[in-house]
């Protein structure tokens, strides 16, 4: 079967082929039509296009995003695999410093391993996920902006906002797509619940409730790099505040929190039992609730009342079967693992991501969300420690 070529609108050619092999010299600027793909030269404005077929091109992998993973812990696993079975990119590139771990995962997914540098200058590397310890978000950001990569990073940008500022502006310089790993947007509960919210089931919102309490806490060695509870653990319930609340940001944070699990915590500067009172301008309020022991499992529930009925996304069981006998009634227990609990909104954030890049549609989680939320832990680790409601600069 001969080659067909014909230019497409943006001047990238594209062929046709049965069986057959493409040529030397522009095979690599050709586009396979039969997987209907177009891809762009310019990464910078974000005009990735592509309907991968997920079976019958041999040469479909080619044209696949390709990513390189900064960090192969619990999280990097999470987001490699859920790369490596998207049908729609692949990585090509798995950095950690422990090298046996990063060995251990490019052969679960396929790619090969290098340093962090030479993952981000590699010219066979579209996006950089960062999965690697708090404290060096910020400086992998702008290394990967200024080489011109796109990226999705893992909360928090930095445990500073003035930090998260000097990043952002780097990464608006450079042109580059940004976005943030707050997951529990692309959770399909919540993201329910926040459509019919918006969609005016329930009316105007009026009380937000956010419970989340993990089974134990990680290791002390995390905990003293992590920023404390507020920016670590509850930077998700923010975010998902503001995510809720709509264009209505908090005013005011009112924190209380202490050491009730572990005295090692303590010893380490941070609490594991924290509530948080927020306002907004219009009176509208925010309790957010956090606890690094649940005997039961991860807890994780939402409930919004509203001025005409109230929405609610309770914990996820492993079946709904219910037994009721004399004593009463029993329910099958929750998911231990923020993994496990979470699955299906990783999987969704990698597809978000791969439609940003894709299709230009707009980050659910942008490097504003990342700084708004950083906003409100630090006024929440300004108000435990004065003891005093704060105003959210």
């Given at each position: 079967?001969?080659?067909?070529?014909?230019?497409?609108?943006?001047?990238?050619?594209?062929?046709?082929?049965?069986?057959?092999?493409?040529?030397?010299?522009?095979?690599?600027?050709q586009l396979c039509q039969c997987c209907a793909i177009t891809r762009s030269t310019s990464l910078k404005s974000i005009a990735f296009t592509?309907?991968?077929?997920?079976?019958?091109?041999?040469?479909?992998?080619?044209?696949?995003?390709?990513?390189?993973?900064?960090?192969?812990?619990?999280?990097?696993?999470?987001?490699?695999r859920a790369i490596a079975s998207s049908g729609r990119a692949r990585v090509g590139y798995i950095a950690d410093a422990m090298p046996d771990a990063a060995q251990k995962l490019a052969a679960v997914?396929?790619?090969?391993?290098?340093?962090?540098?030479?993952?981000?200058?590699?010219?066979?590397?579209?996006?950089?996920?960062?999965?690697?310890?708090?404290d060096t978000h910020a400086d992998l950001i702008e290394q990967a902006a200024r080489a011109g990569k796109a990226i999705l990073c893992e909360k928090p940008v930095s445990l500073s906002v003035e930090r998260i500022r000097a990043c952002l502006q780097v990464v608006e310089k450079a042109g580059v797509p940004l976005m943030i790993g707050f997951h529990r947007r692309y959770d399909p509960n919540f993201a329910a619940l926040e459509k019919r919210l918006r969609s005016g089931e329930i009316g105007e919102p009026e009380i937000i409730t956010i419970t989340c309490r993990d089974p134990s806490a990680p290791p002390v060695s995390y905990i003293e790099r992590s920023g404390g509870l507020y920016r670590d653990?509850?930077?998700?319930?923010?975010?998902?505040?503001?995510?809720?609340?709509?264009d209505e940001e908090p005013v005011t944070v009112h924190a209380l929190g202490g050491v009730l699990t572990d005295p090692e915590i303590g010893k380490a500067g941070d609490i594991d039992t924290a509530s948080v009172q927020m306002q907004t301008a219009s009176g509208r309020i925010v309790v957010i609730t956090n606890s690094r022991r649940a005997t039961y499992g991860h807890d994780q529930r939402i409930e919004v009342h509203g001025s005409k009925g109230l929405l609610r996304a309770a914990n996820i069981h492993d079946t709904t079967v219910e037994m009721a006998?004399?004593?009463?009634?029993?329910?099958?227990?929750?998911?231990?693992s923020f993994v496990e609990r979470y699955q299906a909104a990783y999987t969704a954030e990698i597809e978000k991501f791969l439609d940003f890049l894709e299709k230009g549609e707009a980050p659910r989680a942008s490097g504003h969300d990342g700084l708004m939320a950083q906003k409100l832990a630090e006024a929440a680790s300004e108000s435990l420690k004065t003891g005093q409601v704060v105003a959210v600069k």
């Amino acid at each position: 079967m001969k080659h067909q070529f014909r230019k497409s609108v943006n001047s990238e050619y594209m062929f046709h082929f049965g069986d057959c092999i493409p040529p030397e010299g522009e095979a690599k600027r050709q586009l396979c039509q039969c997987c209907a793909i177009t891809r762009s030269t310019s990464l910078k404005s974000i005009a990735f296009t592509a309907n991968v077929a997920r079976v019958g091109c041999a040469f479909r992998e080619d044209f696949m995003l390709r990513f390189g993973i900064l960090g192969a812990g619990r999280i990097g696993n999470v987001h490699a695999r859920a790369i490596a079975s998207s049908g729609r990119a692949r990585v090509g590139y798995i950095a950690d410093a422990m090298p046996d771990a990063a060995q251990k995962l490019a052969a679960v997914v396929g790619a090969k391993t290098g340093s962090v540098e030479e993952i981000i200058a590699a010219s066979d590397v579209d996006a950089i996920l960062i999965a690697t310890p708090t404290d060096t978000h910020a400086d992998l950001i702008e290394q990967a902006a200024r080489a011109g990569k796109a990226i999705l990073c893992e909360k928090p940008v930095s445990l500073s906002v003035e930090r998260i500022r000097a990043c952002l502006q780097v990464v608006e310089k450079a042109g580059v797509p940004l976005m943030i790993g707050f997951h529990r947007r692309y959770d399909p509960n919540f993201a329910a619940l926040e459509k019919r919210l918006r969609s005016g089931e329930i009316g105007e919102p009026e009380i937000i409730t956010i419970t989340c309490r993990d089974p134990s806490a990680p290791p002390v060695s995390y905990i003293e790099r992590s920023g404390g509870l507020y920016r670590d653990m509850m930077i998700h319930d923010f975010d998902m505040a503001r995510f809720l609340l709509g264009d209505e940001e908090p005013v005011t944070v009112h924190a209380l929190g202490g050491v009730l699990t572990d005295p090692e915590i303590g010893k380490a500067g941070d609490i594991d039992t924290a509530s948080v009172q927020m306002q907004t301008a219009s009176g509208r309020i925010v309790v957010i609730t956090n606890s690094r022991r649940a005997t039961y499992g991860h807890d994780q529930r939402i409930e919004v009342h509203g001025s005409k009925g109230l929405l609610r996304a309770a914990n996820i069981h492993d079946t709904t079967v219910e037994m009721a006998n004399q004593v009463g009634w029993t329910q099958d227990k929750i998911p231990f693992s923020f993994v496990e609990r979470y699955q299906a909104a990783y999987t969704a954030e990698i597809e978000k991501f791969l439609d940003f890049l894709e299709k230009g549609e707009a980050p659910r989680a942008s490097g504003h969300d990342g700084l708004m939320a950083q906003k409100l832990a630090e006024a929440a680790s300004e108000s435990l420690k004065t003891g005093q409601v704060v105003a959210v600069k």
